[in-house]
């Protein structure tokens, strides 16, 4: 009887297993050209995991690129990022007039922008999102981006104007602070031949008091709490003197530099020229947020379980919270027509492999970038849907400049001399070599320079010219006996793929130099402390990824001293930096930053890597969506393709 | 009895705010900030950012701030990850998916375990025996995280039956994989003890009364 029964057992076994072995066969003859299945959803619904579960909807909080996308679906901007290029495009301002150097922008709206309650939106509503992006109470960690505003940094520090209590006459910046850039066309009294001869108008009503302000000399601005103001006042005697029985305005956001000329047409100045500006609009911060329900409900306007007002080409349905969002097309849109997708459901997911699990089962349509794991490239990279492009980011080294041996520049070239980029992006699979600081292939007509190339030769004969003499032992390998390795150290935070890259470069080196310099991993929070406050000697792992597409998101990181985590300044770039954003002519700015690019580059107080790489993975049947160098999606070109002879079979171009 | 339990269920209370009070020294001692990232922000910004927060308030008075909430109102305050939400609202939002997960696969563990537990006792020495004590014996030795991507691998991967990841709410699909596998450990206990219960003890017993 039990014989009998384990017989039927194995029989039900052996039937069960050949039942597998042939669904996982089909399975696998589906996934020869593409990564899993295949089959498009039924609905014209788009199922995508945008990265972790979003810190905040209100546009302007988070910093995150998953956010970023979350918002492109719900909320417009002045400009929108176009699908390949992520050159800014007419969202909410149909055209926009520049003055004559790129430091006034002046924005035409559309007049049938709606809120997802069908609310209209005007020039205003603009000028409320801004200043309240920039407002000191709502310390949003974007408001640096609002730098380039007019009295912008000032409102969002607190600071105060100094005034003269009989004549009501304000001090101004330039009669004390010694080597001031020169001040653009906008903070100078209004002329006449100051916008560009192809703007379609005449100026808008140039005489408001507010226009006026904007087109006097920056006013003089000191910091707003007093400890902070006696401290700067104390070490300037000439500045102590000027102040004495001046009375102290705050800065408020009335004197922030946007203004709503009319009911469509809004205007924004600049404290220096930024012909780059304009792309800069598309980022979250300056995107529309609706001022009555911020009104009604506070901080706390844009929690699940509200309806949240919007103003993108979506409107959120249901929001689950670390399950999925869901948003629908809303129809108040002013490009409704245009939308394809019904709903977007997005997937808050973190972890990498199940991620792609669920992408290859078919239950997700697209997964963000970096998420194919390294140990799955081998396999995913020869998929007809894997997205292979290059990024607006970079890898590179901080050099602590400030301590020997290396403020030695020969030093520091040296060790830029003996790594082999090409062999470590080729180790690396999907990064491309980088000898210079702005990502490789991504500024179309910018004539980037070149950094040096590998040369081991050379390398150890600068670090001999900078006495630390490299010899040849027999077997061939080199010694650099007197070289301090107990003064540089690499470090880097706890991450498996930063250890990898820290031992290659360390190798490298090692068989180049004949230097071993030891690695030292932190824990995040210690590491981005130890490197902020130069606590660190030698070198230090960096990645930089673009705000806006332009090379000067990347230069600025050495604009101002201090921020680039190597000590490295120099005023002679920072002039170079200046003189070429006062430039009108594209071209010539353009080569302007590649010289300061250049400069900065032969210093040497980073050792660049590679341009990172998107590495992400789309369905063949999702068209509209390209693997833009900064993975940001404008959804409502995004469409699925039910005819298969229409699919994507590879990478989409991004070319025209 | 019941004075015991609600005893013990008092004593609790002091333990949570010692832990709580602990964690936040803690985390006020460790270096960096929550604001801190790969992007270095200009000072007034992170001044913004410290006043909006009450971090430029001296220690103490932080400290009191939120022991106040906690103790006076059950409030947890706001979340520094997920700007805009409460923490209370985002743990009512997540106690009850872990609970009701947990409670399944207890459920689930005790009825299989007991299931499993007699089978074997019943036909001791049998194959039946032998098989659900092996099961049984795999289920304490594999771990989770082996056998949860093992059961992905299998029903997710190469039989795109069930999903391999993601939530799908009271009753779905996705509750299918994560009970089973946190039911494993507790179900092949569950069976061994009902095994050695239904065999075992009654056998105690009359070797006592023969000697007795």
């Not at chain 1, 205003?124 to 981006?145: G, W």
């Not at chain 1, 001869?197 to 100026?203: L, N, Y």
């Not at chain 2, 997920?82 to 997540?94: A, D, L, M, P």
Request: some cysteine; aromatic content about 12%.
């Amino acid at each position: 009887m039990i014989i009998r029964a384990s017989k039927n057992v194995i029989a039900l076994i052996l039937l069960a297993s050949f039942v597998l072995t042939s669904l996982s066969c089909s399975s696998l003859s589906n996934s020869e050209v593409f990564f899993g299945a295949t089959a498009p959803p039924k609905l014209n619904i788009f199922r995508y995991v945008t990265g972790d579960e979003p810190e905040s909807l209100d546009p302007p909080i988070s910093t995150g690129q998953p956010e970023a996308r979350i918002y492109m679906a719900l909320f417009d901007g002045l400009v929108e990022y176009h699908p390949k290029s992520l050159q800014p495009m007419p969202a909410m301002a149909e055209r926009w007039d520049v003055n004559n150097d790129s430091s006034e922008f002046t924005f035409h709206l559309r007049q049938n922008g709606r809120w997802s309650n069908g609310d209209p939106i005007d020039a205003n509503d603009f000028v409320y999102s801004f200043r309240r992006a920039v407002s000191p109470e709502l310390a949003s960690r974007n408001a640096y981006l609002a730098a380039y505003i007019k009295y912008s940094q000032e409102y969002n520090s607190g600071a105060v104007f100094v005034r003269d209590p009989q004549t009501k006459q304000f001090l101004l910046a330039k009669d004390y602070k010694e080597s001031a850039a020169p001040e653009p066309l906008s903070s100078q009294p209004l002329g006449t031949v100051e916008y560009r001869a192809t703007a379609e108008e005449s100026t808008p009503d140039p005489d408001s008091a507010f226009h006026q302000l904007m087109h006097s000399p920056a006013r003089l601005s000191l910091p707003g709490d007093p400890k902070a103001r006696t401290k700067l006042l104390d070490k300037d005697a000439k500045l102590k003197a000027a102040i004495e029985g001046k009375e102290l305005v705050p800065v408020t956001k009335e004197d922030f530099g946007v203004e709503a000329v009319d009911k469509y047409t809004l205007r924004i100045s600049l404290v220096q020229s930024a012909p780059f500006f304009v792309g800069l609009l598309a980022h979250q911060v300056f995107r529309l947020v609706p001022k009555k329900a911020i009104e009604q409900y506070g901080e706390r306007w844009a929690e699940p379980n509200r309806e949240i007002i919007s103003c993108g080409p979506f409107k959120v349905k249901t929001w689950q919270p670390y399950d999925k969002l869901i948003v629908e097309r809303d129809p108040m849109y002013w490009d409704a027509a245009t939308v394809k997708l019904d709903e977007i459901h997005f997937y808050p997911m973190s972890d990498n492999p199940s991620i792609m699990n669920l992408y290859k089962v078919g239950e997700v349509d697209a997964v963000l970038n970096h998420t194919v794991p390294n140990a799955w490239l081998e396999v995913v990279k020869t998929k007809k849907d894997y997205m292979d492009g290059v990024e607006a980011s970079i890898d590179f080294l901080q050099i602590n400049v400030t301590q020997p041996p290396m403020n030695d520049v020969r030093v520091r070239k040296a060790f830029n001399y003996a790594i082999d980029k090409n062999a470590w992006a080729a180790w690396r699979k999907i990064v491309k070599p980088l000898t210079a600081f702005t990502p490789e292939g991504i500024f179309q007509g910018y004539p980037q320079p070149k950094g040096d190339q590998f040369d081991p030769e050379k390398a150890r004969q600068l670090l001999t010219e900078a006495g630390f003499p490299v010899t040849k032992n027999a077997d061939g390998s080199f010694s650099c006996r007197n070289f301090p390795v107990d003064q540089v150290e690499y470090i880097y935070n706890t991450q498996e793929s930063n250890k990898a890259m820290a031992e290659w470069m360390q190798a490298q080196w090692k068989q180049n130099l004949g230097i071993t310099i030891s690695l030292r991993n932190m824990e995040w929070k210690t590491f981005l402390n130890a490197r902020a406050k130069l606590e660190y000697k030698g070198f230090s792992r960096g990645a930089w990824s673009a705000d806006y597409m332009d090379p000067f998101t990347f230069l600025s990181l050495f604009y101002t001293g201090g921020e680039s985590g190597t000590g490295w300044e120099d005023p002679k770039y920072v002039a170079i930096l200046d003189e070429a954003n006062r430039q009108l002519d594209p071209a010539k700015r353009y080569e302007l930053l590649a010289k300061a690019e250049k400069y900065m580059i032969d210093a040497q107080p980073v050792i660049p890597f590679d341009t990172a790489s998107v590495n992400w993975v789309k369905k063949p049947y999702v068209k509209g969506m390209y693997p833009n160098p900064g993975s940001l999606f404008a959804w409502k070109f995004v469409y699925i393709e039910r005819d298969q002879a229409k699919w994507d079979t590879g990478t989409p171009s991004l070319a025209d | 009895m019941l004075r015991f339990i609600i005893k013990r269920l008092l004593v609790t209370i002091p333990t949570i705010l010692v832990v709580i009070s602990i964690t936040w020294g803690l985390v006020r001692l460790a270096p960096g900030n929550f604001y801190s990232g790969e992007k270095k922000l200009p000072a007034a910004i992170e001044k913004n950012i410290r006043e909006k927060y009450g971090l430029d308030k001296p220690w103490y008075q932080q400290y009191g701030k939120t022991m106040w909430g906690i103790i006076r109102h059950g409030d947890f305050g706001t979340s520094l990850k997920y700007e805009g939400q409460s923490v209370n609202t985002i743990i009512k939002r997540s106690l009850p998916v872990s609970a009701g997960v947990g409670i399944l696969a207890y459920l689930l563990a005790l009825v299989l375990g007991i299931v499993f537990g007699s089978i074997a006792a019943l036909k001791q020495n049998s194959k039946w025996d032998y098989s659900s004590m092996a099961l049984a014996m795999l289920g304490i030795s594999v771990p989770n995280f082996v056998l949860g991507p093992i059961l992905v691998l299998v029903f997710s991967l190469t039989l795109y039956w069930l999903p391999p990841s993601r939530w799908g709410g009271f009753p779905s699909r996705n509750l299918i994989l994560p009970v089973l596998t946190l039911s494993a450990i507790y179900m092949a206990y569950i069976a061994r003890l009902t095994r050695a219960g239904m065999l075992c003890v009654p056998t105690t017993f009359v070797r006592l009364v023969q000697k007795g």
